[in-house]
């Protein structure tokens, strides 16, 4: 009976295993997002990528090429998005956060084509404490 059970969780896995790679080799492209993270969340000149969520994100449409123009147009129209908001950044981007972050400084990130944070511009915005 237990041999069955065995025989039962490792096709289950193997089945799971599957799915999983077949997923990873969806190259569904990823749209231009723009992502702000504060400067507690990463480490500067670091290629890790950042921690947690970005204190805000927003989808800014279709995808840009997979090259570094790509990014860049990707990057301008991150900035186009985010540049009438700019007086009130900091306040905007400290109200969202669940701590402290007056003293932060925040960054723009982007993604187009792949899941991958990619970071391009400080912002150099701190919130009125």
């Avoid at 749209?31 to 969520?53: A, D, H, N, R, V």
């Avoid at 900091?90 to 402290?100: A, E, F, P, W």
Wanted: aromatic residues 6%; proline residues 6%; glycine residues 6%.
């Amino acid at each position: 009976m237990c041999s069955k059970s065995l025989l039962a969780v490792i096709v289950l896995i193997s089945l799971i295993s599957k799915i999983d790679a077949a997923d990873e080799s969806n190259d569904i492209p990823v749209p231009c997002t723009c992502g702000i993270f504060l400067s507690g969340q990463f480490e500067k000149g670091s290629k890790e990528q950042p921690k947690g969520l970005p204190a805000l994100t927003q989808e800014v449409g279709g995808t840009f090429p997979k090259t570094p123009l790509g990014i860049k147009q990707c990057t301008n129209k991150c900035l186009d998005a985010i540049i009438k908001h700019l007086p009130k950044s900091g306040d905007i981007i400290c109200s969202t956060m669940d701590r402290d972050c007056y003293k932060e400084r925040a960054y723009l990130f982007v993604q187009n084509h792949s899941p991958k944070w990619i970071q391009r511009k400080s912002l150099f915005v701190r919130a009125k404490s």
